[in-house]
């Protein structure tokens, strides 16, 4: 099995910054792409930002030039650093991972419990 924690949410006001962080960890032979998706209430979860493998980012455009996706591949994690909060950025985030699991070299797909962020205007 694959598990991903991610964390890093909390409250912030309006213009301000958070770094949400995220781990896999468990059978992972490679990972190909790791992201965050977001809901937020009454909405449907929508992409925020991906990073693969490679070094490709793909970013919603309501958040293009003030969040920024990295990741460190040696230690299986993806950041995103937002600054320039905005109260519609308000929603539950969600880090995913997808790649080849060691054991039975199966492709897995793993989700984050979920981190809140809440943007007071």
């Known amino acids: 099995q694959v598990q991903v924690v991610d964390s890093g949410g909390g409250l912030v006001q309006s213009g301000g910054s958070l770094r949400l962080s995220c781990v896999a960890s468990?059978?992972?032979?490679?990972?190909?792409?790791m992201g965050w998706y977001r809901r937020a209430p009454r909405t449907q979860r929508e992409l925020v930002a991906s990073?693969?493998?490679?070094?490709?980012?793909n970013y919603a455009d309501s958040v293009k030039g003030r969040f920024t996706i990295s990741r460190d591949n040696a230690k299986n994690a993806v950041y995103l650093q937002m600054n320039g909060l905005k109260a519609e950025d308000t929603a539950v985030y969600y880090c995913?991972?997808?790649?080849?699991?060691?054991?039975?070299?199966?492709?897995?797909?793993?989700w984050g419990q979920g981190t809140q962020v809440i943007v007071s205007s």
């Open positions: 995913y991972a997808n790649g080849i699991d060691a054991e039975t070299f199966v492709g897995f797909d793993s």
């Open positions: 468990g059978r992972i032979l490679s990972i190909g792409t």
């Open positions: 990073l693969t493998s490679s070094g490709r980012s």
